[in-house]
């Protein structure tokens, strides 16, 4: 259980076009999905968390016209890089909390994807 | 400000031997605590978490110890296989609720080697 997938796995694209990058939870419903980029050598970096049904809500320094969110449904969270520069070359990946109940207490488990390599020439 | 911090870029351990990798934070509303690992250019898969209420929780070769007044936590891998080779990350959250509720604050990572 607790698989989350994400499509494109890489993507090429020219600088100014759009990228639209798929999150889904395939066999558990996400309430809240999350987006992180991680550079080479170094940690996962929060971008931004997704909630269905309302606005995206973004890290300090993460550009929300830049990178568009949307979150439509329980299993499905997409993020758009709008017109890409080089420097959005990375690898973004997602999350999917599954609320759960350990020890006696709630507590959410966040479940990654396996990651978006975007290279923008 | 790292939160979570992970002093030990890389382990190298014999295999059959124990890992043990180390993890501090300094939140002290953070209350509870999970492990991942990751392979290159893949996403990190979930090992192991432990409430802030408990000290050790085990999950097969895996163990996790907490000691809150120390703000540590470790991962204990016994015996370690080649196959446990990977980058493993700590990772904090504040279930409590507020804007901060679910949100992961991660560490920088651990390199582990496991030879055979």
């Known amino acids: 259980g607790a698989v989350v997938s994400q499509h494109p796995s890489w993507v090429i694209c020219k600088s100014g076009t759009s990228v639209k990058i798929e999150c889904r939870s395939l066999d558990f419903q996400a309430t809240t999905m999350f987006w992180y980029r991680q550079f080479p050598k170094q940690s996962l970096m929060l971008m931004a968390t997704s909630n269905e049904g309302s606005k995206a809500t973004y890290e300090q320094g993460v550009e929300k016209d830049k990178f568009l969110i949307n979150h439509a449904s329980l299993t499905l969270s997409t993020l758009t890089v709008t017109s890409a520069h080089p420097e959005d070359s990375s690898f973004y990946i997602c999350?999917?909390?599954?609320?759960?109940?350990?020890?006696?207490?709630?507590?959410?488990?966040?479940?990654f994807g396996p990651g978006t390599r975007l290279l923008v020439l | 400000d790292q939160q979570v911090k992970q002093n030990s870029p890389s382990l190298s351990v014999q295999e059959g031997r124990i890992s043990i990798l180390n993890c501090d934070y300094t939140n002290s509303m953070f209350d509870y605590f999970l492990w991942y690992k990751k392979y290159p250019a893949e996403g990190p898969t979930f090992l192991i978490s432990?409430?802030?209420?408990?000290d050790k929780n085990e999950d097969g070769r895996f163990t996790v110890f907490l000691n809150k007044s120390a703000k540590h936590l470790s991962l204990h891998i016994v015996p370690s296989q080649p196959g446990d080779s990977a980058v493993y990350f700590c990772?904090?959250?504040?279930?409590?609720?507020?804007?901060?509720?679910?949100?992961?604050?991660f560490g920088q990572g651990t390199i582990l080697t496991v030879h055979p």
């Open positions: 432990i409430s802030s209420i408990k």
């Open positions: 990772a904090a959250s504040d279930n409590a609720g507020g804007t901060s509720y679910g949100k992961l604050t």
């Open positions: 999350s999917a909390s599954q609320d759960g109940t350990r020890d006696g207490r709630r507590q959410e488990t966040q479940y």
